[in-house]
Antibody
Framework: DVQLVESGGGLVQPGGSLRLTCAAS????????MNWVRQAPGKGLEWVSG????????YYAASVKGRFAISRDSSKNTLYLQMDSLRAEDTAIYYC??????????????????WGQGTLVTVSS | DIVMTQSPDSLAVSLGEGATINCKSS????????????LAWYQQKPGQPPKLLFY???TRESGVPDRFSGSGSGTDFALTISSLQAEDVALYFC?????????FGGGTKVEIK
């Protein structure tokens, strides 16, 4: 069975850093596009970042570009999100989500078929 | 970026009655080369992550009850619950995957009247 388990969330001051981890099981991370999607308290969903399977090309929402970095360790079957220069508006539950597609490009089957339970990131002084 | 707009924001329906949620995209998500609509629907119950209901606008994910249906094409889509059950109380989101960045609608909250 596919499972995604996030960890690494917590309370951090504005300007601080945090690294989120998503441990995957039941499939190979590098065979699919993987994503981070966040949800601010009581709000909707926002796609934050993604990484294509195989080649590993990375993509970011404009709101986090230059501050966040997505990566993966295929040997550990684990996805990461390094978050730097955090702001209050980054406060959210961060979900790891698997795409049905291999690559994260236009006109592919990039719906999210499996989600983790999420990890809460709170940016506050 | 493709903007997804859902309506209404919330909906209160009696048990056993029908409910329809609308989703409109700022540009067409229909790809003429394969005649597919790059639109998915999700259900999110309180305290849980979203769950995939439909992809290609109307293809039901395995295990989704057939009281749920997805429809529409181009820029206008709908998620319909034919007979609301108590376990359908949730937030519902649409998402386009026609182009990056992938974007979601703002969500529609379905409650029992």
């Amino acid at each position: 069975d596919v499972q995604l388990v996030e960890s690494g969330g917590g309370l951090v001051q504005p300007g601080g850093s945090l690294r989120l981890t998503c441990a995957a099981s039941g499939f190979s991370l590098s065979s699919y596009a993987m994503n981070w999607v966040r949800q601010a308290p009581g709000k909707g969903l926002e796609w934050v970042s993604g990484i294509s399977g195989t080649v590993g090309a990375t993509y970011y929402a404009a709101s986090v570009k230059g501050r966040f970095a997505i990566s993966r360790d295929s040997s550990k079957n684990t996805l990461y999100l390094q978050m730097d220069s955090l702001r209050a508006e980054d406060t959210a539950i961060y979900y790891c989500a698997k795409s049905d597609a291999i690559v994260l490009v236009d006109k592919r089957n990039n719906w999210f078929d499996f989600w983790g339970q999420g990890t809460l990131v709170t940016v506050s002084s | 970026d493709i903007v997804m707009t859902q309506s209404p924001d919330s909906l209160a329906v009696s048990l056993g009655e029908g409910a329809t949620i609308n989703c409109k995209s700022s540009q067409s998500v229909l790809y003429s080369s394969n005649n597919k609509n790059y639109l998915a629907w999700y259900q999110q119950k309180p305290g849980q992550p979203p769950k995939l209901l439909f992809y290609w606008a109307s293809t039901r994910e395995s295990g989704v009850p057939d009281r749920f249906s997805g429809s529409g094409s181009g820029t206008d889509f709908a998620l319909t619950i034919s007979s609301l059950q108590a376990e359908d109380v949730a937030l519902y989101f649409c998402q386009q995957y026609y182009s990056t960045p992938l974007t979601f609608g703002g969500g529609t909250k379905v409650e029992i009247k």
